[in-house]
């Protein structure tokens, strides 16, 4: 597992710009030359002797670094604890910490950490990397993909065998689908339901990031009366990927049709905040709701929920987290604050980009005002790396970026 140190820990403090920090630039550059000489000793020499680099999270991450090259792991670790202390935004910190969890065999707590740096830094490539290769040790077909994917999308050093080796892969395994994906349309041309079903189960056995597949896969199940199948099918959708109403209402009408109250309750009230008042399916599904009402009064098996939203946690199954923690929450009908903040937590973890982009959107009035032109660049261009190419966000930022650049040239020209 590669060591981030700085090599891919561009722009510490991911999220803010902190003028806080006024560690001299040609020291901290000396420091980090002596670093990248492999001059450990002088590096650390450097770095430990001035107050202003051990009361900075940047110094103690260089700190740790030096350590970590002197085989001293202990204090490393304790530099970038104290890294964290300082700047809980210190991406890098954690990539660190969570590779030596990785190393030492606490693959759990190594995925926990590089969840934390890839909700500050979702683009840093090694970080997607090492959660795409954690989860594919825990078999999390579904998730390792898309951790392979985001790191295709965010390396830019495509030179590398490592590069190479994930990008072919990936290549191959689109071939192959696609290749599946025309006999399911042959065998549609001849009805040939059976043959349908098995060519989807090897699409996403072969490439797991289908969504499509997967709803297609749970109505064929669901029409064959095999509901169970069914009913798992269309849970992947939902933990997964985007949804519609329609797959909240097909995983409650499961659960209710399997004798599972508390969850068909649960899913019922979801689709209920999903439907528009006085249609019919907002009736029905009030009706089913007052039907099963009565689990609400089985407290053993409402807290049952919350056990497992736990478990599910333990194990780094955040998004199967997030689902027992509501459902604990709409059964108990309570409103509590830190269970929030822990399904808040993990739905960050789970798509951490819309809530990167939030937080630096919001950035880019008071650098426009402070005339911080090439901070706001910056900012700018990591909106439009992270965002979808239409969205008002990245919109905003690309014609905010090319004002700071009229400004930037205005004053080279000018002096203005």
């Known amino acids: 597992m590669e060591n981030t140190d700085f090599n891919n820990a561009s722009g510490l403090s991911g999220v803010e710009f902190n003028d806080g920090e006024n560690i001299s630039i040609d020291k901290m550059a000396r420091a980090y030359e002596f670093y990248e000489s492999g001059r450990y000793s002088e ?18 991450v260089l700190i740790g670094s030096c350590y970590k090259r002197l085989n001293d792991k202990d204090k490393a670790l304790s530099h970038w604890k104290k890294a964290i202390e300082i700047s809980p935004l210190e ?39 090492n959660l795409a290769n954690a989860y594919n040790k825990k078999n999390s077909r579904i998730k390792a993909t898309k951790y392979f994917e985001k790191y295709l999308t965010y390396e830019k050093n495509v030179n590398t065998p490592e590069y190479y080796k994930v ?5 191959n395994l689109t071939a192959k689908v696609e290749f599946y994906a025309r006999k399911v349309e042959e065998f549609k041309l001849k009805k040939d339901l059976r043959s349908i079903a098995a060519l989807y189960l090897k699409m ?23 509901f169970q199948k069914a009913l798992e099918f269309y849970l992947l959708v939902y933990l997964y990927f985007p949804y519609t109403t329609k797959i909240v209402l097909e995983i409650a009408n499961l659960y209710y049709i399997l004798e599972q109250p508390s969850y068909a309750y ?9 439907l528009p008042e006085g249609t019919s399916h907002y009736s029905k599904v009030k009706s089913k709701l007052s039907s099963l009402s009565s689990v609400l009064q089985e407290h053993e098996l409402i807290e049952s929920h919350l056990e497992k939203a736990r478990e599910a946690e333990m194990d780094n199954a955040y998004e199967e987290a997030i689902d027992e923690y509501e459902n604990y929450m709409i059964l108990s009908e309570s409103e509590n604050s830190d269970i929030q903040q822990t399904i808040d937590k993990y739905k960050i973890f789970a798509n951490p980009e819309p809530f990167v ?23 700018c261009d990591r909106i439009m790396m992270l965002g979808q190419s239409h969205s008002k966000e990245v919109v905003y930022a690309m014609k905010c970026k090319a004002e700071c650049r009229r400004i930037i040239i205005a004053r080279e020209q000018f002096g203005a």
């Open 43 to 60: 590096a650390l020499n450097m770095a430990e002797g001035d107050p202003q680099f051990t009361s900075s999270a940047y110094g103690q």
């Open 91 to 129: 991406y890098s910190a954690y990539i660190n910490i969570g590779n030596e969890l990785y190393k030492d065999g606490n693959i759990n707590e190594a995925i926990l950490n590089w969840h934390l740096a890839c909700s500050i830094m979702p683009e840093n490539p090694t970080v997607n990397l």
């Open 167 to 171: 990008k072919q892969t990936f290549s």
């Open 204 to 226: 996403i056995s072969t490439y797991a990031n289908l969504p499509t597949i997967y709803a297609n896969i749970a109505e064929i199940f669901y029409f064959d009366r095999n």
């Open 266 to 274: 649960a899913y019922y009230k979801r689709a209920l905040n999903l």
């Open 357 to 379: 982009i939030n937080v630096l959107y919001n950035q880019i009035p008071d650098l426009m005002n402070r005339k911080k032109l090439n901070a706001c660049i910056e900012l």
